[in-house]
């Protein structure tokens, strides 16, 4: 359903991605691993349309969507989660998730029952102040509300980052009843969920893909994985 070819990506006169190719099929879970500064985040920008491509091809469905402006690409079906874990702080769980419901046309009793599907004890947060969230809950609010509008494709960046052990444990059964359901490319530098959730792995390394891995084994294996960092 994704598929970038050849993806060259450019910060001014900076290259910071080298003929990036992936593929995602319908269902799939797929991540992306690799280092600080390896390019990852300026992947799913160029996706999403925040960012154009110096070249390279970027279809979704069969359609190209380079050049489109990052509401089109929402409007496909495409939704970007952020990797700073940003809600709006001052207003309630509730407000934020009405939010994400108004641009897609769905009704509020729908939209909260999209996030408390994902993670019930949410109900009792939803008059609270999005702020008072802890890390780990903030980012199952912002992966509830991307939700909303039965999206196609989600693209989370880094959803365990910062998080203590037992929050990422939240995070990853949230992940895992998900999977199948919503395809999704994930960013992560944490092997141990790369390898509880993967069914593929792109490594990235300097704005380069190092290896791609779709064997099970291969993939539980955190030292094979590593050499490719
Ligand atoms: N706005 C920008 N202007 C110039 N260079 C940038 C900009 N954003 C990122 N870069 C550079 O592009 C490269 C890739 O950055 P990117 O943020 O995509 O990495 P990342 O893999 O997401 O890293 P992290 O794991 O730290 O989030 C880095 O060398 C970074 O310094
Ligand atoms: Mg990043």
């Given amino acids: 359903m994704l598929s970038v070819t050849n993806l060259d990506v450019a910060y ?16 799939q879970m797929v991540f992306i691993a690799g280092r600080n500064g390896a390019g990852k985040t300026t992947l799913f920008k160029s996706i999403a349309g925040f960012l154009e491509p110096r070249s390279g091809a ?27 874990k940003r809600v709006f702080s001052n207003l309630t769980v509730r407000e934020n998730i009405e939010l994400a419901a108004y641009p897609v046309n769905v009704n509020m009793k729908e939209a909260v029952d999209k996030v408390l599907q994902i993670y019930p004890k949410m109900e009792n947060f939803l008059s609270l102040r999005a702020g008072s969230l802890s890390g ?6 912002l992966i509830g509300r991307a939700l909303i509008g039965d999206p196609k494709l989600l693209l989370i ?49 300097e704005g380069k893909i190092m290896k791609e891995m779709v064997n099970k084994a291969e993939i539980n294996d955190k030292m094979a994985m590593e050499q490719f960092l």
């Avoid at 780990?136 to 609010?141: A, E, K, N, P």
């Fill in 12 to 27: 001014g006169n900076a290259m910071a991605l080298h003929g990036i190719s992936i593929e995602v099929e319908q269902g």
């Fill in 58 to 84: 970027i279809l979704f469905e069969g359609k190209s969507i380079v050049g489109l402006p990052p509401e089109k690409v929402a409007l496909l079906g495409i939704r970007y989660i952020f990797q700073d």
């Fill in 136 to 141: 780990g809950q903030r980012q199952i609010l």
């Fill in 157 to 205: 960046d880094e959803p365990t980052e910062g998080l203590a052990a037992g929050t990422i444990n939240d995070i990853l059964n949230v992940l895992s009843a998900m999977k199948g359901k919503v395809s999704m490319v994930i960013v992560e530098q944490n092997l141990s969920v790369v390898g509880m959730l993967a069914d593929k792995v792109y490594m990235v390394k």
